[in-house]
């Protein structure tokens, strides 16, 4: 994907449904497949910008306070990165979290104050609002935790081309979850989701985009 061609959001959106993580508990099950390969207009290393914008879900849900938090409301002119994953994953979820955690303290205290980081849960049976408060404060204390309903947390996901399953236990009792890897940032001049980073995207790519998405430019 770093060396392709930025894509329109219904295309990344069929091509993403495709491409999951299996992330286990034990960490004995990870892998993943590759997004299908789609081409448009020219990218920048890390980031993938779309020529057309996926609109931000209207989802509720409750965060790690154990208040409802209602996501368009809440980001609403702010830039935002929007992730979906579950606190138990062995690689993936931790990475990328902390990664953003890394690149968010390189930029200004008045920026930082700006971003809006959100992670939603995957597996909403297991990550409690307590739970996910616990795991995210070792992160970053400003990042928003939610959990919810399932199908909710699914269907919003679809929306911007993110596809999840519900966690399954293996026979030897590992739990899999499915779920796309990719961070959607939404700009805080339109509110919609213009650009797209995999699961491969360093610290040091995120620092170099943040100031321009903090400004809804495009990376």
Aim: net charge negative; charged share 25%; proline share 6%.
């Amino acid at each position: 994907m770093r060396n392709r061609k930025a894509v329109t959001a219904v295309a990344f959106a069929v091509a993403a449904a495709l491409a999951l993580s299996a992330c286990g508990s034990d960490g004995d099950k990870a892998g993943s497949t590759s997004i299908a390969d789609v081409e448009a207009s020219p990218k920048t290393k890390a980031a993938t910008v779309l020529d057309q914008e996926f609109t931000k879900p209207d989802l509720v849900l409750t965060d790690t306070d154990g208040k409802k938090y209602d996501l368009r409301e809440a980001t609403k002119g702010k830039p935002t990165l929007i992730y979906f994953g579950y606190t138990n994953c062995p690689d993936v979820c931790p990475l990328t979290m902390s990664n953003i955690s890394v690149a968010k303290r390189d930029l200004p205290e008045a920026d930082q104050e700006k971003l809006q980081v959100v992670f939603v849960t995957t597996d909403p049976e297991r990550d409690t609002p307590a739970s996910l408060g616990t795991w995210l404060k070792a992160q970053d204390p400003s990042f928003v935790g939610l959990t919810g309903d399932f199908p909710a947390i699914q269907a919003a996901a679809r929306q911007i081309g993110i596809g999840i399953e519900p966690a399954t236990k293996e026979k030897d009792g590992t739990v899999v979850s499915m779920h796309g890897a990719q961070v959607v940032a939404f700009s805080p001049k339109t509110d919609g989701g213009y650009v797209l980073y995999g699961e491969n995207t360093t610290a040091e790519e995120y620092a170099k985009d943040l100031p321009k998405l903090i400004k809804g430019e495009n990376p």
